[in-house]
Antibody, heavy 122, light 107 residues
Framework: QVTLKESGPVLVKPTETLTLTCTVS??????????VSWIRQPPGKALEWLAH???????SYSTSLKSRLTISKDTSKSQVVLTMTDLDPVDTATYYC??????????????WGQGTLVTVSS | DIQMTQSPSALSASVGDRVTITCRAS??????LAWYQQKPGRVPRLLIY???SLESGVPSRFSGSGSGTEFTLTISSLQPDDFATYYC?????????FGQGTKLDIK
């Protein structure tokens, strides 16, 4: 059974850097054909795709946030990490990690973490 | 980036109605489109992938169609459990993108 769980700070101050961790189980990040993405959702608003790490460790980023984001993975810990710099209150959102699904034959998501709400406020 | 535009943004319907939601891509994405359902406070649920393939466990009243730039999600006979927000997502090319959502509520 594939599971993902996000962890990280609940409250971050403006201009600070956010580090979120997605811990996965039920599959190996080392031997997988499916990548992992980060997606966020501000309260009451739409889903916003942020970043993806491919099985070959290639990375992809939202164009509008590319300069502030870094995605990486630690296969020994079964974790995918997202860092976002220079936070602003508009970055307040629930942040999800999600695994690409084999059935999609590409990067759509059948498996999601439960999400973690991050509030940016002084 | 490929922009995804859903219409309508909101929709009111009754139990038993047939409902169609449209998603348009700003450039051709073949059939690399997924649909998700999200209820308040819940994680998105994959309904349809590759534009028209039904995810395992999803009721057959949900169907998807389209290719290229125009896609539709149809619910053939609305059930009380279907009132939610629906999102499309293109995964033809990264960066991947979601539509802005369509909120379906009870008339």
């Amino acid at each position: 059974q594939v599971t993902l769980k996000e962890s990280g700070p609940v409250l971050v101050k403006p201009t600070e850097t956010l580090t979120l961790t997605c811990t996965v189980s039920g599959f190996s990040l080392r031997n997988t054909e499916m990548g992992v993405s980060w997606i966020r959702q501000p309260p009451g608003k739409a889903l916003e795709w942020l970043a993806h790490i491919f099985p070959n460790d290639a990375e992809s980023y939202s164009t509008s946030l590319k300069s502030r984001l870094t995605i990486s993975k630690d296969t020994s810990k079964s974790q995918v990490v997202l860092t976002m710099t220079d936070l602003d209150p508009v970055d307040t959102a629930t942040y999800y990690c999600a695994r690409a699904s084999e059935s999609c034959a590409g990067d759509c998501y059948a498996s999601w973490g439960q999400g973690t709400l991050v509030t940016v406020s002084s | 980036d490929i922009q995804m535009t859903q219409s309508p943004s909101a929709l009111s319907a009754s139990v038993g109605d047939r409902v169609t939601i449209t998603c348009r891509a700003s450039q051709r994405i073949s059939y690399w489109l997924a649909w998700y359902q999200q209820k308040p406070g819940r994680v998105p649920r994959l309904l349809i992938y590759k534009a028209s393939s039904l995810e395992s466990g999803v009721p057959s009243r949900f169907s998807g169609s389209g290719s290229g730039t125009e896609f539709t999600l149809t619910i053939s006979s609305l059930q009380p459990d279907d009132f939610a927000t629906y999102y499309c997502q293109q995964y033809n090319s990264d960066p991947y993108t979601f539509g802005q959502g369509t909120k379906l509520d009870i008339k």
